[in-house]
Protein backbone atom coordinates (compact mmCIF):
# COMPACT_ATOMS: atom_id res chain seq x y z
CA UNK A 1 0.00 0.00 0.00
CA UNK A 2 3.03 2.59 0.97
CA UNK A 3 4.42 1.65 -2.60
CA UNK A 4 1.55 2.42 -4.25
CA UNK A 5 0.54 5.44 -2.48
CA UNK A 6 4.03 7.06 -3.25
CA UNK A 7 3.23 6.07 -6.76
CA UNK A 8 0.03 7.64 -6.65
CA UNK A 9 1.55 10.95 -5.35
CA UNK A 10 3.68 11.04 -8.10
CA UNK A 11 1.11 10.76 -10.77
CA UNK A 12 -1.03 13.53 -8.33
CA UNK A 13 2.00 15.90 -8.91
CA UNK A 14 1.89 15.05 -12.72
CA UNK A 15 -1.93 15.12 -13.18
CA UNK A 16 -1.77 18.55 -11.57
CA UNK A 17 0.42 20.17 -13.99
CA UNK A 18 -1.52 18.64 -16.71
CA UNK A 19 -4.31 19.95 -14.99
CA UNK A 20 -3.04 23.25 -14.93
CA UNK A 21 -1.87 23.20 -18.97
CA UNK A 22 -5.31 21.62 -19.90
CA UNK A 23 -6.77 24.15 -17.59
CA UNK A 24 -5.13 27.54 -19.40
CA UNK A 25 -4.97 26.50 -23.28
CA UNK A 26 -8.42 24.02 -23.23
CA UNK A 27 -10.78 24.22 -20.74
CA UNK A 28 -12.96 26.95 -21.42
CA UNK A 29 -16.55 25.91 -20.06
CA UNK A 30 -19.72 27.29 -21.89
CA UNK A 31 -22.30 29.07 -19.75
CA UNK A 32 -25.52 26.42 -19.22
CA UNK A 33 -27.85 26.14 -21.66
CA UNK A 34 -31.67 24.60 -21.19
CA UNK A 35 -31.30 21.36 -22.40
CA UNK A 36 -27.70 20.91 -21.70
CA UNK A 37 -25.73 18.09 -23.35
CA UNK A 38 -25.00 14.67 -21.32
CA UNK A 39 -21.67 14.08 -20.54
CA UNK A 40 -20.50 17.89 -20.81
CA UNK A 41 -19.29 20.59 -18.29
CA UNK A 42 -20.69 23.96 -18.22
CA UNK A 43 -20.27 27.07 -16.14
CA UNK A 44 -23.08 28.53 -14.34
CA UNK A 45 -23.27 32.70 -13.48
CA UNK A 46 -24.96 35.43 -12.49
CA UNK A 47 -24.65 39.17 -12.04
CA UNK A 48 -25.20 38.55 -8.31
CA UNK A 49 -22.47 35.85 -7.79
CA UNK A 50 -18.66 37.43 -6.95
CA UNK A 51 -15.76 35.91 -5.15
CA UNK A 52 -13.85 37.53 -2.09
CA UNK A 53 -12.85 40.32 -3.73
CA UNK A 54 -15.92 41.13 -5.96
CA UNK A 55 -15.18 39.29 -9.21
CA UNK A 56 -17.46 37.50 -11.23
CA UNK A 57 -18.05 33.98 -9.90
CA UNK A 58 -19.07 30.41 -11.08
CA UNK A 59 -20.55 27.09 -10.90
CA UNK A 60 -20.15 23.88 -12.80
CA UNK A 61 -22.48 21.99 -13.75
CA UNK A 62 -22.40 18.47 -15.90
CA UNK A 63 -25.77 16.76 -16.79
CA UNK A 64 -26.15 12.95 -16.07
CA UNK A 65 -27.60 10.16 -17.67
CA UNK A 66 -29.47 9.08 -15.15
CA UNK A 67 -31.45 10.70 -12.37
CA UNK A 68 -28.81 10.68 -9.54
CA UNK A 69 -27.18 14.28 -8.56
CA UNK A 70 -24.20 14.52 -6.80
CA UNK A 71 -23.64 18.44 -5.04
CA UNK A 72 -19.86 18.79 -4.14
CA UNK A 73 -18.56 21.94 -2.23
CA UNK A 74 -14.82 22.75 -2.70
CA UNK A 75 -12.48 23.59 0.36
CA UNK A 76 -9.58 26.45 0.76
CA UNK A 77 -9.10 28.48 3.72
CA UNK A 78 -11.44 30.01 6.11
CA UNK A 79 -11.81 34.01 6.56
CA UNK A 80 -12.98 34.48 10.56
CA UNK A 81 -11.49 38.00 12.26
CA UNK A 82 -9.26 40.60 10.55
CA UNK A 83 -5.56 38.81 10.40
CA UNK A 84 -7.57 35.56 8.36
CA UNK A 85 -9.04 37.62 5.86
CA UNK A 86 -5.71 38.92 5.02
CA UNK A 87 -5.34 35.07 3.47
CA UNK A 88 -5.56 34.80 0.23
CA UNK A 89 -5.85 30.68 -0.50
CA UNK A 90 -9.65 31.12 -1.76
CA UNK A 91 -9.20 33.16 -4.46
CA UNK A 92 -8.18 31.18 -6.87
CA UNK A 93 -11.82 28.94 -8.01
CA UNK A 94 -11.03 28.21 -11.80
CA UNK A 95 -7.98 26.10 -10.46
CA UNK A 96 -9.10 24.54 -7.42
CA UNK A 97 -12.54 23.32 -9.58
CA UNK A 98 -10.91 22.08 -12.86
CA UNK A 99 -8.39 20.26 -10.60
CA UNK A 100 -11.69 18.72 -8.17
CA UNK A 101 -13.37 18.23 -11.77
CA UNK A 102 -10.41 16.43 -13.89
CA UNK A 103 -7.80 14.90 -10.67
CA UNK A 104 -9.36 11.29 -10.63
CA UNK A 105 -11.40 11.97 -7.47
CA UNK A 106 -15.24 11.51 -7.14
CA UNK A 107 -16.52 13.91 -9.37
CA UNK A 108 -14.61 12.10 -12.36
CA UNK A 109 -15.85 10.53 -14.96
CA UNK A 110 -13.61 7.56 -14.79
CA UNK A 111 -14.03 4.06 -15.88
CA UNK A 112 -16.06 2.13 -13.15
CA UNK A 113 -17.20 4.56 -11.25
CA UNK A 114 -20.84 4.39 -9.47
CA UNK A 115 -21.16 7.96 -10.01
CA UNK A 116 -19.86 8.32 -13.55
CA UNK A 117 -23.30 8.81 -14.68
CA UNK A 118 -24.45 11.19 -12.09
CA UNK A 119 -25.56 15.04 -13.06
CA UNK A 120 -22.90 17.19 -10.83
CA UNK A 121 -23.28 20.69 -9.10
CA UNK A 122 -19.30 21.56 -8.63
CA UNK A 123 -18.73 25.16 -6.10
CA UNK A 124 -15.17 26.52 -6.45
CA UNK A 125 -13.81 27.81 -3.05
CA UNK A 126 -13.35 31.73 -3.17
CA UNK A 127 -15.16 33.51 -0.54
CA UNK A 128 -13.43 31.92 2.78
CA UNK A 129 -17.00 31.57 4.54
CA UNK A 130 -17.67 27.96 4.25
CA UNK A 131 -19.86 28.85 1.14
CA UNK A 132 -22.76 30.25 3.67
CA UNK A 133 -21.87 33.86 3.35
CA UNK A 134 -23.91 36.74 2.64
CA UNK A 135 -22.08 39.53 3.85
CA UNK A 136 -19.04 42.13 3.31
CA UNK A 137 -16.30 42.51 5.88
CA UNK A 138 -14.33 45.71 6.32
CA UNK A 139 -10.76 44.66 7.43
CA UNK A 140 -7.41 46.71 6.81
CA UNK A 141 -4.82 45.01 4.26
CA UNK A 142 -0.80 44.42 5.10
CA UNK A 143 -0.08 47.70 3.50
CA UNK A 144 -2.35 49.55 5.68
CA UNK A 145 -5.33 49.55 2.96
CA UNK A 146 -9.15 49.65 3.63
CA UNK A 147 -10.49 46.60 1.99
CA UNK A 148 -14.12 44.51 1.93
CA UNK A 149 -13.83 40.17 1.82
CA UNK A 150 -17.04 39.73 0.31
CA UNK A 151 -17.99 36.71 2.05
CA UNK A 152 -20.62 36.03 -0.52
CA UNK A 153 -21.00 31.68 -0.32
CA UNK A 154 -24.51 31.87 0.58
CA UNK A 155 -25.55 33.92 -2.62
CA UNK A 156 -23.26 32.15 -5.13
CA UNK A 157 -24.82 28.91 -3.96
CA UNK A 158 -28.52 29.83 -4.11
CA UNK A 159 -28.42 31.70 -7.38
CA UNK A 160 -26.27 28.51 -8.81
CA UNK A 161 -28.90 26.17 -7.75
CA UNK A 162 -31.87 28.56 -9.12
CA UNK A 163 -30.20 28.27 -12.32
CA UNK A 164 -29.26 24.44 -12.29
CA UNK A 165 -32.90 23.90 -11.09
CA UNK A 166 -34.00 25.46 -14.10
CA UNK A 167 -31.67 24.67 -16.78
CA UNK A 168 -30.34 21.22 -16.35
CA UNK A 169 -33.34 19.35 -15.95
CA UNK A 170 -32.62 17.28 -12.52
CA UNK A 171 -35.73 18.04 -10.91
CA UNK A 172 -36.87 14.87 -10.59
CA UNK A 173 -33.89 13.47 -9.26
CA UNK A 174 -34.22 10.11 -6.78
CA UNK A 175 -30.75 10.01 -4.97
CA UNK A 176 -28.98 12.94 -3.81
CA UNK A 177 -25.07 13.22 -2.41
CA UNK A 178 -24.43 16.65 -1.14
CA UNK A 179 -20.42 16.32 -0.62
CA UNK A 180 -17.34 18.32 -0.04
CA UNK A 181 -13.33 18.63 1.02
CA UNK A 182 -12.12 20.82 3.84
CA UNK A 183 -13.79 23.87 3.88
CA UNK A 184 -16.72 22.28 1.30
CA UNK A 185 -16.91 19.70 4.18
CA UNK A 186 -18.09 21.93 6.37
CA UNK A 187 -20.61 23.54 3.60
CA UNK A 188 -21.66 19.62 3.00
CA UNK A 189 -23.12 19.84 6.34
CA UNK A 190 -24.32 23.76 7.16
CA UNK A 191 -26.06 23.53 3.41
CA UNK A 192 -27.33 19.88 3.28
CA UNK A 193 -30.48 20.76 4.78
CA UNK A 194 -31.20 23.68 2.49
CA UNK A 195 -30.27 21.45 -0.56
CA UNK A 196 -32.75 19.05 0.36
CA UNK A 197 -35.16 21.34 1.80
CA UNK A 198 -35.28 24.30 -1.41
CA UNK A 199 -34.23 21.76 -3.98
CA UNK A 200 -34.61 18.43 -3.89
CA UNK A 201 -37.36 17.64 -0.92
CA UNK A 202 -38.67 14.38 -3.10
CA UNK A 203 -35.17 12.53 -3.36
CA UNK A 204 -35.90 8.97 -1.94
CA UNK A 205 -32.05 8.57 -1.39
CA UNK A 206 -30.42 11.35 0.66
CA UNK A 207 -27.00 11.06 1.70
CA UNK A 208 -24.14 13.62 2.56
CA UNK A 209 -20.37 13.20 2.83
CA UNK A 210 -18.31 15.11 5.00
CA UNK A 211 -14.61 14.60 3.81
CA UNK A 212 -11.72 16.09 6.61
CA UNK A 213 -14.13 19.16 8.14
CA UNK A 214 -13.52 18.86 12.15
CA UNK A 215 -12.25 21.76 13.98
CA UNK A 216 -13.44 22.70 17.29
CA UNK A 217 -13.88 27.08 18.23
CA UNK A 218 -16.18 28.27 20.42
CA UNK A 219 -16.73 31.10 18.15
CA UNK A 220 -18.43 29.59 15.13
CA UNK A 221 -21.94 31.04 15.52
CA UNK A 222 -20.55 34.30 16.48
CA UNK A 223 -18.24 34.28 13.17
CA UNK A 224 -21.58 32.70 11.08
CA UNK A 225 -23.61 35.52 12.33
CA UNK A 226 -21.09 38.62 12.30
CA UNK A 227 -18.44 37.85 10.38
CA UNK A 228 -20.36 35.97 7.60
CA UNK A 229 -23.96 37.25 7.67
CA UNK A 230 -24.61 33.54 7.00
CA UNK A 231 -29.02 33.42 7.29
CA UNK A 232 -30.40 31.89 10.56
CA UNK A 233 -31.82 28.84 9.91
CA UNK A 234 -28.60 27.76 9.15
CA UNK A 235 -26.37 29.40 11.86
CA UNK A 236 -28.91 28.39 14.93
CA UNK A 237 -27.54 24.59 14.32
CA UNK A 238 -23.93 25.85 15.36
CA UNK A 239 -24.77 25.20 19.16
CA UNK A 240 -21.58 24.38 20.40
CA UNK A 241 -18.01 24.79 19.72
CA UNK A 242 -17.77 21.47 17.27
CA UNK A 243 -19.60 22.47 13.79
CA UNK A 244 -19.42 19.26 12.15
CA UNK A 245 -21.54 17.21 14.88
CA UNK A 246 -23.84 20.40 15.41
CA UNK A 247 -25.13 20.19 11.78
CA UNK A 248 -25.20 16.11 11.30
CA UNK A 249 -26.96 15.61 14.60
CA UNK A 250 -29.40 18.44 13.36
CA UNK A 251 -29.73 16.76 9.76
CA UNK A 252 -30.56 13.02 12.00
CA UNK A 253 -33.27 14.90 14.14
CA UNK A 254 -34.83 16.41 10.98
CA UNK A 255 -34.74 13.33 8.58
CA UNK A 256 -34.40 10.68 11.02
CA UNK A 257 -33.64 7.68 8.77
CA UNK A 258 -34.38 8.82 5.93
CA UNK A 259 -30.87 10.01 4.93
CA UNK A 260 -27.41 8.91 5.14
CA UNK A 261 -24.79 10.49 7.16
CA UNK A 262 -20.77 10.36 6.41
CA UNK A 263 -17.53 11.33 8.04
CA UNK A 264 -14.02 10.76 6.64
CA UNK A 265 -11.30 11.79 8.05
CA UNK A 266 -7.42 10.86 8.62
CA UNK A 267 -5.65 10.33 12.35
CA UNK A 268 -3.35 13.19 12.45
CA UNK A 269 -4.58 15.33 9.57
CA UNK A 270 -1.94 18.27 9.14
CA UNK A 271 -4.21 21.14 7.85
CA UNK A 272 -6.60 20.49 10.59
CA UNK A 273 -3.98 20.41 13.31
CA UNK A 274 -2.19 23.46 12.16
CA UNK A 275 -5.53 25.49 11.89
CA UNK A 276 -6.93 24.10 15.13
CA UNK A 277 -3.96 25.06 16.84
CA UNK A 278 -4.40 28.67 15.07
CA UNK A 279 -8.18 28.66 16.81
CA UNK A 280 -6.86 27.53 19.92
CA UNK A 281 -3.50 28.99 20.74
CA UNK A 282 -3.21 31.74 17.91
CA UNK A 283 -0.42 30.51 16.13
CA UNK A 284 -0.49 28.70 12.64
CA UNK A 285 1.68 26.09 13.25
CA UNK A 286 1.78 22.24 13.08
CA UNK A 287 4.18 19.60 14.66
CA UNK A 288 3.79 16.50 16.04
CA UNK A 289 2.15 17.42 19.44
CA UNK A 290 -0.20 19.49 17.50
CA UNK A 291 -1.12 16.63 16.04
CA UNK A 292 -1.32 14.44 18.91
CA UNK A 293 -4.15 17.58 20.09
CA UNK A 294 -6.48 16.51 16.72
CA UNK A 295 -5.93 12.76 16.88
CA UNK A 296 -7.76 13.40 20.42
CA UNK A 297 -10.04 15.63 19.37
CA UNK A 298 -10.51 12.91 16.72
CA UNK A 299 -11.25 10.41 19.53
CA UNK A 300 -13.32 12.46 21.59
CA UNK A 301 -15.82 13.33 18.83
CA UNK A 302 -17.20 9.78 17.84
CA UNK A 303 -19.33 9.07 20.66
CA UNK A 304 -20.84 12.51 18.93
CA UNK A 305 -21.03 11.36 15.45
CA UNK A 306 -22.29 7.70 17.04
CA UNK A 307 -25.07 9.46 18.61
CA UNK A 308 -26.24 11.09 15.15
CA UNK A 309 -25.86 7.83 13.59
CA UNK A 310 -22.85 9.07 11.60
CA UNK A 311 -21.10 6.43 9.46
CA UNK A 312 -17.34 6.83 9.99
CA UNK A 313 -13.85 6.20 8.25
CA UNK A 314 -10.47 6.73 9.23
CA UNK A 315 -7.18 6.03 7.56
CA UNK A 316 -3.73 6.51 8.04
CA UNK A 317 -0.92 5.37 5.80
CA UNK A 318 -0.67 8.52 3.72
CA UNK A 319 1.85 11.73 4.12
CA UNK A 320 1.02 15.09 5.25
CA UNK A 321 2.71 16.28 2.20
CA UNK A 322 5.43 14.10 2.19
CA UNK A 323 6.50 15.48 5.74
CA UNK A 324 8.63 12.60 7.79
CA UNK A 325 6.74 13.87 11.31
CA UNK A 326 3.81 11.95 12.35
CA UNK A 327 1.02 13.82 10.54
CA UNK A 328 -1.30 12.12 8.19
CA UNK A 329 -2.87 13.39 4.69
CA UNK A 330 -6.02 16.01 4.35
CA UNK A 331 -8.78 15.29 2.17
CA UNK A 332 -9.12 12.33 -0.15
CA UNK A 333 -12.25 12.60 -2.30
CA UNK A 334 -10.83 14.86 -4.48
CA UNK A 335 -8.09 12.07 -5.65
CA UNK A 336 -7.80 9.11 -6.93
CA UNK A 337 -6.71 7.87 -3.86
CA UNK A 338 -10.16 7.72 -2.87
CA UNK A 339 -10.59 4.72 -5.31
CA UNK A 340 -8.01 2.60 -3.79
CA UNK A 341 -8.78 0.00 -0.63
CA UNK A 342 -6.66 0.49 2.43
CA UNK A 343 -4.91 -2.66 3.86
CA UNK A 344 -5.84 -2.32 7.14
CA UNK A 345 -9.65 -1.16 6.55
CA UNK A 346 -10.11 -3.71 3.65
CA UNK A 347 -12.36 -1.03 1.78
CA UNK A 348 -11.65 2.19 -0.04
CA UNK A 349 -13.62 5.58 0.74
CA UNK A 350 -15.38 5.42 -2.50
CA UNK A 351 -16.15 1.61 -1.92
CA UNK A 352 -17.47 2.92 1.81
CA UNK A 353 -19.39 5.92 0.31
CA UNK A 354 -21.24 3.62 -2.11
CA UNK A 355 -21.84 0.55 0.01
CA UNK A 356 -23.66 3.21 2.83
CA UNK A 357 -25.58 4.45 -0.37
CA UNK A 358 -27.09 1.36 -1.26
CA UNK A 359 -28.11 1.51 2.55
CA UNK A 360 -25.24 -1.19 3.82
CA UNK A 361 -23.51 1.09 6.36
CA UNK A 362 -20.43 0.02 8.26
CA UNK A 363 -17.39 1.63 10.47
CA UNK A 364 -13.97 1.71 9.78
CA UNK A 365 -10.39 2.68 11.18
CA UNK A 366 -12.15 3.64 14.25
CA UNK A 367 -8.99 1.82 16.24
CA UNK A 368 -6.55 3.95 14.57
CA UNK A 369 -8.04 7.19 17.26
CA UNK A 370 -5.89 4.97 19.90
CA UNK A 371 -2.58 4.50 17.89
CA UNK A 372 0.56 6.06 19.36
CA UNK A 373 3.11 7.27 16.82
CA UNK A 374 6.58 7.07 17.35
Excluded at 14 to 43: D, H, I, Q
Excluded at 140 to 169: C, P, R, S
Excluded at 279 to 307: C, H, K, W, Y
Excluded at 317 to 325: C, E, K, S, T
Aim: proline share 4%; hydrophobic share 40%; charged share 20%.
Amino acid sequence: MKTALKVIGIVLVVLLALALLVYFTVLRYPNLKENPTVGKWYRVASPGMKDSEGNSYHSFFKKGSGNKVMVYFAGGGASLNEETARDDTYIWPDLLANTTMNMGGLATAIENSPFKNWSMILFPYSTGDFHCGTGEFRYTDTDGKEKILYHNGYVNYTEAMKIVMEKGGINKADTVLVTGYSAGGFAAALLADDVYTNYFPKAAGKNVLVDASLLLYDDWHDVAVNVWKTPKEISEKLTSGNLTPDCLRALREKYGDGIHLLFDCSTRDGDLAKMQNYLSNGIMEVDEEVADVFQQILRDTIPAFQEAGVSLFLFDGIAWYDDPRNMTAHTIIATPVVWAPFEEQGQSVAGWLWDVIEGKPKDYGLELVNKEYD
